[in-house]
């Protein structure tokens, strides 16, 4: 049996951090996309169990250990995942629980088991700010592309998301085939329609107009929103007035890709994506760095542990970045804030930054998590208050 891949979404954040059942099981690991390299990836996996299970038995007998590990174990012997699988790998498990993540970045290997689930890099992922999606359209098909700057992949469509303007107007779309045809064959050739009754390429605009308006409003409730990521339309130059003109789609970016998504590989829509949104994320990281040293400097801001755990839990932290590769072993009480510093390799221990991040999120704050290399502070984190 196929293991269920769990979409990473705000939502599925959010109930993972909702609270579980302990123990919680978290194990990260790097893997690789093609042969033979992915060879390693089951043995690395298994080595990641072992660890688990070494942690589990410290504090639960045998028999409770085995059942908490079986979810583990069966996927661990599930061949065809080990062939489909990207660049990093997040399973966490519990006695009520059990999430496959497949992700588009490599992670640390991490074995941990703890009172709630270890997030953060999940967190990295949904919370980067150089996370993007492509909206490949034409008047006749609708790509999804989810990426950063180091790689793009396909989305696969919601199934509220129609593939085609056949199947988005049915039978309220005119003329079918003569439709198509104005609409630019396979390759992307722009071929109008010359008709002799003006009135018919009429209403194959009116027809587009409806089409792209039916794919504004099923990506935006499919995608868009459950992702929160910036939206960025890859299409020809016709078709970009004519979808911004009807789109209702907060997350869409004025700039975008004049080309036809169906001509290029992948790769070069990739190059050419972070290219347009490069700017966008290099300005959006100056401007946090810059709405903290203010309000730092209004005793409205801080990258103090002990005084951010505090805030947190109170409800005062509006904004709060994470540094991506910092890990700060304890445990953290969300009613106090009080902070205790441990040993992460113990059981029930996990990192305090990310369990400030997700009492941060409960309580209605923004978390960002940051590149190292661009983190504005030298504790890990940095907190904004709103009062």
Same mark, same amino acid.
């Given at each position: 049996?196929?293991?269920?891949? !769990?979409?990473?979404?705000?939502?599925? &954040?959010?109930?993972?951090?909702?609270?579980?059942? !302990?123990?919680?099981?978290?194990?990260?690991?790097?893997?690789?996309?093609? +042969?033979? @390299?992915?060879?390693?990836? $089951?043995?690395? %996996?298994?080595?990641?169990?072992?660890?688990?299970?070494?942690?589990?038995?410290? =504090?639960?007998?045998?028999?409770?250990?085995?059942?908490?590990?079986?979810?583990?174990?069966?996927?661990?012997?599930?061949?065809? %995942?080990? =062939?489909?699988?990207?660049?990093?790998?997040?399973?966490?498990?519990?006695?009520?629980?059990?999430?496959?993540?497949?992700?588009?970045?490599?992670?640390?290997?991490?074995?941990?088991?703890?009172?709630?689930? +270890?997030?953060?890099?999940?967190?990295?992922?949904?919370?980067?700010?150089?996370?993007?999606?492509?909206?490949?359209?034409?008047? +006749?098909?609708?790509?999804?592309? @989810?990426?950063?700057?180091?790689?793009?992949?396909?989305?696969?469509?919601?199934?509220?998301?129609?593939?085609?303007?056949?199947?988005?107007?049915?039978?309220?779309? !005119?003329?079918?085939?003569?439709?198509?045809?104005?609409?630019?064959?396979?390759?992307?050739?722009?071929?109008?329609?010359? *008709?002799?009754?003006?009135?018919?390429?009429?209403?194959?605009?009116?027809?587009?107009?409806?089409?792209?308006?039916?794919?504004?409003?099923?990506?935006?409730? *499919?995608?868009?929103? $459950?992702?929160?990521?910036?939206?960025?339309?890859?299409?020809?130059?016709?078709?970009?007035?004519?979808?911004?003109?009807?789109? +209702?789609?907060?997350?869409?970016?004025?700039?975008?890709?004049?080309?036809?998504?169906?001509?290029?590989?992948?790769?070069?829509?990739? =190059?050419?994506?972070?290219?347009?949104?490069?700017?966008?994320?290099?300005?959006?990281?100056?401007?946090?760095?810059?709405?903290?040293?203010?309000?730092?400097?209004?005793? &409205?801001?801080?990258?103090?542990?002990?005084?951010?755990?505090?805030?947190?839990?109170?409800?005062?932290?509006?904004?709060?970045?994470? @540094?991506?590769?910092?890990?700060?072993?304890?445990?953290?009480?969300?009613?106090?804030?009080?902070?205790?510093?441990?040993?992460?390799?113990?059981?029930?221990?996990?990192?305090?930054?990310?369990?400030?991040?997700?009492?941060?999120? =409960?309580?209605?704050?923004?978390?960002?998590?940051?590149?190292?290399?661009?983190?504005?502070?030298? !504790?890990?984190?940095?907190?904004?208050?709103?009062?």
């Amino acid at each position: 049996m196929t293991q269920k891949r !769990t979409l990473l979404t705000i939502e599925s &954040l959010a109930e993972l951090t909702s609270g579980h059942q !302990t123990p919680c099981l978290s194990l990260y690991q790097p893997t690789h996309r093609r +042969h033979p @390299e992915n060879q390693q990836d $089951p043995i690395r %996996f298994r080595n990641l169990m072992k660890e688990l299970d070494v942690s589990l038995r410290q =504090k639960f007998p045998a028999v409770e250990t085995r059942l908490l590990l079986e979810p583990f174990e069966a996927l661990a012997d599930e061949r065809d %995942f080990w =062939k489909y699988t990207l660049d990093g790998l997040a399973v966490l498990g519990g006695p009520s629980l059990f999430q496959v993540f497949v992700l588009q970045r490599s992670v640390a290997e991490l074995a941990v088991v703890a009172d709630s689930f +270890h997030t953060k890099p999940l967190r990295r992922f949904l919370q980067s700010v150089d996370r993007y999606q492509v909206l490949g359209l034409s008047r +006749h098909e609708v790509q999804l592309l @989810e990426g950063n700057r180091d790689v793009l992949d396909e989305v696969d469509l919601a199934a509220g998301v129609p593939r085609t303007i056949t199947e988005a107007l049915g039978d309220e779309l !005119t003329e079918p085939s003569q439709t198509v045809a104005s609409y630019g064959g396979v390759g992307g050739t722009h071929t109008p329609m010359r *008709h002799g009754d003006g009135g018919k390429t009429a209403q194959v605009d009116i027809d587009a107009d409806r089409f792209f308006r039916a794919i504004d409003r099923a990506v935006l409730e *499919h995608h868009s929103q $459950p992702s929160g990521l910036p939206l960025m339309l890859a299409a020809l130059p016709e078709h970009h007035h004519r979808f911004h003109q009807v789109s +209702h789609n907060p997350f869409l970016i004025a700039e975008g890709l004049t080309i036809n998504p169906n001509a290029l590989p992948i790769d070069e829509i990739r =190059k050419s994506a972070w290219q347009v949104f490069e700017p966008q994320y290099q300005a959006r990281l100056a401007a946090l760095a810059d709405e903290f040293a203010v309000a730092k400097s209004k005793g &409205l801001g801080s990258d103090d542990l002990t005084q951010v755990a505090q805030a947190a839990a109170t409800g005062r932290v509006a904004t709060l970045l994470i @540094e991506s590769d910092r890990q700060i072993a304890g445990r953290l009480d969300g009613a106090t804030g009080r902070i205790e510093v441990a040993e992460l390799s113990h059981p029930q221990v996990d990192d305090l930054l990310d369990d400030l991040g997700a009492l941060v999120e =409960k309580m209605g704050g923004r978390v960002l998590v940051i590149p190292s290399e661009r983190m504005v502070t030298q !504790t890990g984190l940095a907190a904004i208050y709103r009062y």
